[in-house]
């Protein structure tokens, strides 16, 4: 680990304006992720901005009937959260399905929607990386790509997001709000914040320099029956193969968000307008601009198998 300098914010617009002030800080909560690539030294901060003392652990109710929840609520206490089992329990399901206690115990909400990829090829500093490296290359696209991405990706990236949290957010619509340097404040819509690779896979997120995330705000609760189905190679403890993300009304109409086959949570308008058809017409939306390699192409009937399991269990939660 290469060495760093380290101080303790106490207000988040205090934590924006010293990362302002270091374009090599960083911020750092649960470091669930942070001190694992530190470690790997695919972080190098020379700066590290301790916002644990910060605050914005609550959860609270909106004025317009939603709930606000503070960035360094953890994940496990979200996930038990009386409310949001209650009237966002996708929410609770997803949280549940990732990671361990222990992480759980220590994973912040805004450090999960700023987690980085596992792709191997992004772990490993012998290879060609561009969201690791600019320029270097992708040594995924054409070599073990089982785990990748199969929409929205790019010529210069085929890595997808590990969150299982933000597939439910985006179902939810949720907005995350944050504090710039300046002191000015933003709402960005959760479908905007993460960005599709591109040229430049190395940009994750809409954040600018020094933003400090410092709550997520879900709006009013959309009724439904709520399901989160995740596939993966083992059970006790791994990222998706492919996860989905349900919330379905008595009509048969409703949305789902995919995980794990692109760069961010995958949703599609035409996809949740196919729900009332069923697994076969929606999957059929949601990845009609796929591009998987020979090893990843598996998870087109993945998803479909998935959402057909996912809307037939919501179907029977309404029973």
């Not at 933003?211 to 609760?221: D, H, R």
């Not at 998706?240 to 794990?260: E, H």
């Given at each position: 680990?290469?060495?760093?300098?380290?101080?303790?914010?106490?207000?988040?617009?205090?934590?924006?304006?010293?990362?302002?002030?270091?374009?090599?800080?960083?911020?750092?909560?649960?470091?669930?992720?942070?001190?694992?690539?530190?470690?790997?030294?695919?972080?190098?901060?020379?700066?590290?901005?301790?916002?644990?003392?910060?605050?914005?652990?609550?959860?609270?109710?909106?004025?317009?009937?939603?709930?606000?929840?503070?960035?360094?609520?953890?994940?496990?206490?979200?996930?038990?959260?009386?409310?949001?089992?209650?009237?966002?329990?996708?929410?609770?399901?997803?949280?549940?399905?990732?990671?361990?206690?222990?992480?759980?115990?220590?994973?912040?909400?805004?450090?999960?929607?700023?987690?980085?990829?596992?792709?191997?090829?992004?772990?490993?500093?012998?290879?060609?990386?561009?969201?690791?490296?600019?320029?270097?290359?992708?040594?995924?696209?054409?070599?073990?790509?089982?785990?990748?991405?199969?929409?929205?990706?790019?010529?210069?990236?085929?890595?997808?997001?590990?969150?299982?949290?933000?597939?439910?957010?985006?179902?939810?619509?949720?907005?995350?709000?944050?504090?710039?340097?300046?002191?000015?404040?933003?709402?960005?819509?959760?479908?905007?914040?993460?960005?599709?690779?591109?040229?430049?896979?190395?940009?994750?997120?809409?954040?600018?320099?020094?933003?400090?995330?410092?709550?997520?705000?879900?709006?009013?609760?959309v009724g439904g029956a709520h399901v989160?189905?995740?596939?993966?190679?083992?059970?006790?403890?791994?990222?998706?193969?492919?996860?989905?993300?349900?919330?379905?009304?008595?009509?048969?109409?409703?949305?789902?968000?995919?995980?794990?086959?692109?760069?961010?949570?995958?949703?599609?308008?035409?996809?949740?307008a196919a729900l009332p058809s069923g697994?076969?017409?929606?999957?059929k939306k949601l990845l009609a601009s796929?591009?998987?390699?020979?090893?990843?192409?598996?998870?087109?009937?993945?998803?479909?198998?998935?959402?057909?399991?996912?809307?037939?269990?919501?179907?029977?939660?309404?029973?």
């Amino acid at each position: 680990m290469k060495p760093f300098t380290y101080e303790r914010a106490l207000t988040p617009a205090a934590a924006a304006a010293a990362a302002a002030q270091n374009p090599k800080a960083k911020f750092i909560a649960g470091g669930t992720n942070l001190l694992d690539l530190m470690k790997h030294e695919i972080e190098t901060p020379a700066h590290l901005i301790d916002v644990n003392g910060i605050g914005l652990d609550t959860i609270e109710p909106t004025a317009s009937g939603g709930l606000r929840i503070g960035a360094l609520v953890r994940n496990t206490a979200l996930a038990a959260n009386e409310l949001v089992r209650r009237d966002y329990s996708l929410l609770s399901r997803a949280l549940l399905a990732g990671a361990s206690g222990q992480l759980r115990n220590k994973a912040t909400t805004a450090g999960n929607l700023l987690q980085r990829t596992r792709c191997s090829y992004f772990y490993d500093t012998n290879q060609p990386c561009n969201k690791r490296q600019p320029g270097t290359g992708c040594s995924a696209i054409g070599g073990y790509s089982r785990l990748l991405g199969v929409v929205g990706v790019s010529r210069a990236c085929i890595a997808t997001h590990p969150s299982d949290m933000a597939i439910a957010l985006r179902a939810l619509d949720a907005t995350v709000d944050t504090v710039l340097p300046s002191g000015r404040t933003r709402q960005l819509p959760i479908a905007d914040f993460h960005t599709p690779p591109g040229s430049t896979p190395n940009i994750e997120t809409v954040l600018q320099p020094g933003e400090f995330i410092t709550s997520v705000t879900l709006p009013k609760p959309v009724g439904g029956a709520h399901v989160y189905l995740k596939v993966r190679d083992r059970a006790s403890y791994a990222f998706a193969l492919i996860s989905v993300g349900v919330i379905l009304q008595p009509d048969g109409t409703g949305r789902v968000t995919v995980g794990g086959v692109a760069p961010k949570p995958w949703r599609m308008g035409s996809a949740d307008a196919a729900l009332p058809s069923g697994a076969k017409a929606a999957t059929k939306k949601l990845l009609a601009s796929a591009t998987p390699t020979k090893e990843n192409a598996f998870k087109l009937k993945l998803v479909e198998r998935a959402l057909g399991a996912a809307i037939a269990q919501a179907k029977g939660a309404r029973a």
